[in-house]
């Protein structure tokens, strides 16, 4: 929480852009509970900054003279663990460069439009504010997820052994999953979906926060971490078993029943303007619920705000069966507390233990 006497979130700003510096310092500044500490030119001043100022938060360029943002983020991890927030490019190279570094320690990502539409900057203002506010209330020292994957030294807490668990499943059928995330999910969905077998007889999709350049280049990513099939889903698609779909950024994502399946249908978000996040998993859990009349389960990881929690509330109502993941081990506690305060999570479990639950649906 925030550490600061003044009961502000201090803030260092690290960019070899002066004009991004500034830009930075100007959006956050108007914010009276933000407490803008210090900026850097490079990823080694951040380091030392890091160390001597100890923010709360630190917003971190990728690419960077002398020492580049994921080197510096790794060193801070190791010497002066601190939230960071990555202020990321949306390019193919800007998002595989953004989830190494949320492998490596970093708590979410702002995307950097770097066009000067008005639309875009004002994209990128109400972004890093949000962002910047979450992550001063969010938790720090979680438990990370274990994979083969995350460099050595960088997790400030190790997990814990995966303890075997009974399951008020047992005996439960279901024909389909559906899972969303948002902050700190791209991390813990790699835990969950790692866990799940490549035959896992059940067709899989993922809504989660992420702009549209992004989406692409996560799933190929999770496809070569897990061994189940992953792919960016595309208009048309059928969920289908042994094959996990991740919603496209930029638009929202329903699933219609044709037949006997059930079909991935995209929209522009124009359709649906009441929904806030994209891609909506409200949207996606509840046009779900409806084609698969709730033989599904219902899974919400870790996410700022409650999307999701009406999609489950429906998936509920028609017999669905639903998992929230747990505050100890969630980034930010917004979405699952939702779905667990609202009386519609089934089970509520760490993350380390929810991609066996989902497999124990094999039978």
Known sequence: MLTSRTGKTRVLIVDDSSFMRMAIR?????????DIVGTAADGMEGVEKAIALKPDVITMDVEMPRMDGIAALRQIMAKAPTKVLMVSTL?????????????????DYIPK??????????????????????AGKSHFGRIAPPSPTRPAGVSPVAAPPTR???SRFTGKKINYVGIGASTGGPVALQEV???IPVNFPYGIIVGIHMPKAFTGPYADRLNAKCSMT???????????????LIAPGGMHTTLVRQGTSVIVKTVPTSAYPQYVYIPSVDLMMSSMAEATNGSMLGVILTGMGNDGFKGMQLLKSK??????QDEATSTIYGMPKACVEG???DEVLPLGQIGFEISKFMG
């Open 230 to 244: 992953i792919r960016e889903a595309v208009d048309g698609d059928v969920l289908k078993p042994g094959l996990a």
């Open 193 to 195: 979906l790692s866990r």
């Open 164 to 166: 075997p668990t009974v």
């Open 113 to 134: 439009n770097v066009t000067d539409s008005t639309e875009a900057q004002n994209i990128f203002r109400e972004e890093l504010l949000r962002k910047v506010r979450e």
């Open 319 to 324: 017999g669905g069966l639903t998992i929230a």
């Open 91 to 107: 390019t193919n190279e800007g998002a595989r460069a953004t989830f190494e570094a949320l492998d490596a320690g970093a708590i």
């Open 343 to 345: 009386g519609v999570a």
């Open 26 to 34: 100007s959006v956050l500044s108007k914010e009276p509970t933000f």
